[in-house]
Nanobody, 126 residues
Framework: QVQLVESGGGLVQAGGSLSLSCAVS????????MGWFRQAPGKEREFVAT????????YYADSMKGRFTISRDIAKDTVHLQMNSLKPEDTAVYYC???????????????????WGQGTLVTVSS
């Protein structure tokens, strides 16, 4: 069972940047894709970005391309999400996720996820 613990959420002004981290533990994830989803108040959870642990292939939601960057640190078993040019509509709880035997694109569907973190709140003020 993979355990995921997010950190790094908080309050930031529009146009600012924030970096999220996800600590991965519990089992080897060499055959996993890792990713981030988010859920804004009153809305459904949506895909943000994914990365394959083995070769670092990435996949992004269209609205995040160019602003968000996902990466992984194999030595530290950590996944990061660097968020730049933040907008008020980026306000949401951000969840780290893991999916076994998935490509980065294949993990972009909610039903592909095997494990979720508890979430971290990101608030972007206007």
């Amino acid at each position: 069972q993979v355990q995921l613990v997010e950190s790094g959420g908080g309050l930031v002004q529009a146009g600012g940047s924030l970096s999220l981290s996800c600590a991965v533990s519990g089992r080897t994830v060499s055959n996993y894709a890792m990713g981030w989803f988010r859920q804004a108040p009153g809305k459904e959870r949506e895909f943000v970005a994914t990365i394959t642990w083995s070769d670092g292939s990435t996949y992004y939601a269209d609205s995040m391309k160019g602003r968000f960057t996902i990466s992984r640190d194999i030595a530290k078993d950590t996944v990061h999400l660097q968020m730049n040019s933040l907008k008020p509509e980026d306000t949401a709880v951000y969840y780290c996720a893991a999916a076994s035997f998935r490509t980065a694109q294949g993990m972009s569907r909610l039903n592909a996820v095997d494990a979720w973190g508890q979430g971290t709140l990101v608030t972007v003020s206007s």
